[in-house]
């Protein structure tokens, strides 16, 4: 299976693109919503619930996993990489959100490589909003200082944004305050972006209101559709893996907090039903 993982309802916009994109797979998603949102978290804590859930993952039978997390991605991702899967699950691989969204930010083909690949073709401003974690980490800047060092990055956290929609508080007066004062030093700042990349898999879920409070000229990029594309251009380049992927057509939910309210949420956002089921993170077994 591919295992898709988030800390709550944000990856389930990721996992609607990639089944849209690539129904063939078997996916198991997994939100660990008991602990979300990871954003406000510590370094230590946001990796040993990551690899928590990639374990339970694999444990289930993922032979690749997806971090539809940017915060497990930027925080957690490099090491459970280069230290954790060598060691304990070599044949096993988990990819991340950053990488493919800075490439499309900058214009760039996946896989590019720095000074192999043409200069991208964007220039001038471009912006990522991210939880604080996302953003104090700054792996957003290090990648397109590497792949577009000529363009302009903006970062803006947005407290509180996953947690509105973790509580369904998707529009309204309230909802716009919290969206305006993250907005606003972006869009009112003199450098006005030519893109706004939404750094957080929860985003896209404020898209609507987002998009009332920026101007018309700004695209707004969400990452569903990224990282599905780029996750097929993956799996070509990668053979051997995507041949170990199930074509059953199954479709598994699970969270760490109660199903039936995760379903009914979860549902709600997504505009068609989903029957979840509730796991125990810390029963999974350990290599």
Known sequence: MIGVFDSGFGGLTVLDSLVKALPQYDYLFLADSARAPYGARSLDVIYEFTLESVEWLFDEGCTLVILACNTASTRALRNI???????????RRVLGVVRPSVEALAGLPPGAVPGLTPPSPVTGVVAVLGTESTIESDSYGMELRKLAPHVELI?????LWAALVEAGELDGPGTEWFLRRSLD????????????????????????????????????????????????NWLERHPDQEARLGRGGLRRFVTTDDAEWFSTRGGRLLGRPLAAERIRLRQAGRP
Do not use: F, N, W
């Not at 280069?82 to 044949?91: A, F, N, V, Y």
């Not at 970062?155 to 407290?159: D, L, N």
């Not at 030519?194 to 969400?222: F, N, S």
């Open 185 to 232: 030093p972006v869009v009112r700042s003199g450098r006005m972006p030519k893109r706004i990349l939404l750094g957080c898999t929860h985003y896209p879920l404020l898209l609507p209101a987002i998009r009332r409070l920026v101007p018309d000229e700004v695209e707004i990029i969400a990452q569903g559709d990224i990282v599905a594309s780029r996750l097929a």
């Open 155 to 159: 970062q803006q956290a947005c407290p």
């Open 81 to 91: 990489q280069q230290l954790h899967l060598p060691k304990h699950r070599p044949d």
